[in-house]
């Protein structure tokens, strides 16, 4: 039965302002009055998802409560977080992705207004991993965000009406929109995802002013698609001339994926942004032989014109739908008594990397998950040692105990924090393995382009999941809390030194950035794959928010936490027979206080 | 390999075959279902042709039918066993769109809303109705209606 395939799909995430310590190199979101506040989806543009606010301490934590919730009235995944900009919250829903404008100067929070787009129900169908939207970002007096059938709008922050619309992805074509923009100067970045669709991957630049789109980058393919100039373009490892194209088998780099649906990060003294790419397409890698480049990669590109400054693969002829779509965090570390200007990046695939950020070179990439599909990462060359018994393909058969699973060993939709106070990353984990059987898969437009059989199971030690603390100058974890379901919430972490994170079984907790130790937990109304946030309300005190709503690859892996159409009633999954039994959709908005 | 392209050898004759097997009652006006899932307005339901599944019950196109679910992507979205993934399980016999053999048939003939696409152009009629039988063959998850994780 080598033509059965069954989809295991994968996986759908977010982007940076160091304060005070380490580095300013990223740049400040804005005036020091503006800490308070959380403009865009990773906090700032060095994506550190770091607070300055430190109200909330290790001592008082314990006391953390409610103060507010309120129903999105949507059922799908609740990834992203919401924004807080001068006294009012704003956030955007899961497909049919309404944003709403809470007053929070006013008992309740009631709403400013609503916008409700027009956003096709086709869009749903051809979303991977259920409907979800990871934020948006604020910037000039406007809210800009993707609608999931390829649409980004611009709404104005006061009155709500939408400024312009603009489509940008073709649904028809396998394309959705589920990232959250970075807003950069006068462009707003997007990208679409379907890495499951067989897409032609891209980035694109467009006109913050007016939404017209300024420039088109491909992902993969010739050079003259990827904005590739050889008087710019400074790789650490070179691939030679158009090798977007010459690293596949024949032309099948036309339907070769490489989708972006993490976020954006951006550094202002280099003037460079950086993002990941999604996995290859199709899943079985014998029908698209060669390294794949640049697919499950991370570029850097100026902003103005998308230029191509260098670009790195962390998993070259992806096998295992190790997408490198998670965020891509800017830290300053002091490494080998030297000052770096790093990239940090949990990978899919169980590495996590830190880079120059300046050239792309690797300077280190040590396991942070468990870890069977390669040995090691040759920081020579740059590239993975592969365990040969773990590389799948339609001639190999079923490949037992590849780890982690394609749901990464860490997923891009649950995005890292890093502290400039401990030096330390937060990240959730996965401990999830898999075994792989690829299959021969047809490429039908407007129909999904996978190829694979990939059954999952606990990794070692039989908890799915866990929240790390991770020192990226030794690549050792400093501290563990283990999670009985796989950990899929962003982290948040703060100058009070606590770092927030959700559970998938639904609950939110506050722990010690420097030891873990769990300082508060609250069951909230569904489980959490959104990320924490932190500001300071109009009353002066430090509240912290995060979506509840359990979804995303859930929606799809544990089918049975939907009850949400009598017409469709799934059976439990045998990795995770419990997670029904904790939880259920339902999307809601939770602020906590002390 | 050989089975993939004796598969795709008969998916082009089905395909090729669509203009016999027409599409439903092409000639006749528009096709009459029992709509289990529609109310009626008044006590008359629409006239229309009844259309019935040729392949009804045969094992042979069922097995067929469940080559051409993964050939056609249709796992990919409904999952492997047809158990549900982004699209709602087909195995529960349960339906969004009513389960009598012709509202099957035209949820895949014409597509549905929310993204289910049209493959009537794709497969022709005898295709479609290779894939009904196919997803009449499934076993219902024992799980179907109650779910339990008593500890007892």
Redesign the interface.
Known sequence: MLLFSRAALLACLGAGTLLGGLSQAAGRSGPAAADGEWTMPAKDFASTRFSALSDITPQKAPSLHPVWTFSTGVLGGHEGQPLVVGGVMYVVTPWPNVLYAFDLSKEGYPLKWKYRPDVSPNAIGVSCCDTVNRGAFYADGKVFYNLLDGHTVAIDAASGKELWNTLIADVANGETVSMAPLVVKDRVLVGASGGEFGIYGWLKGLDVKTGKVVWTARNIGPDADMLIRPDTFKPAYDAGVDAGAKSWADDTWRTGGAPVWGGVSYDPELDLIYYGTGNPSPYNPEQRVGDNKWTASVLARKPADGALVWAYQFTPHDNWDYDATGSMVLADLAIGGKSIKALVHFDKNGFAYTLDRATGKLISAEAFAHVTWAKSVDLATGRPVLDPDKQTGLSKGNVKGVCPSLEGGVSPSSPPAFSPRTHLFYTSTNNLCMDYAAARSTHLKGTPFIGANSPYMAGPGGNLGAFIAWDATTGKKVWENKEEFPSWSGALVTAGDVVFYGTLDGWFKSADAKTGKVLSKFKVGSGVVGNPMTYRGPDGRQYVAVYAGIGGDWALLAGDVRSDDPADTRPQADFIKNIARHTSQGGMIWIFGL | ?N??IA?FASLAVVSCGRQDAAPPAANSGPPAVRYEAHIVAGTTAPNGVELTNPHNGDQAVAQKG??MF????????H???A???????LS?Q???YGGADSEVFNSIYYGR?????AFGG?LGADGVWTLVTYLRSLPV?????T?S?DDH
């Open positions: 390999m089975r993939w598969l469940a080559l993964a050939a056609m992507n249709c796992d990919g979205c999952g492997g066993d158990s549900g993934w982004v699209g709602p399980s529960d349960r339906w969004r809303p929310k993204g289910m696409p794709t998850p024992t799980t179907v209606p779910e994780w």
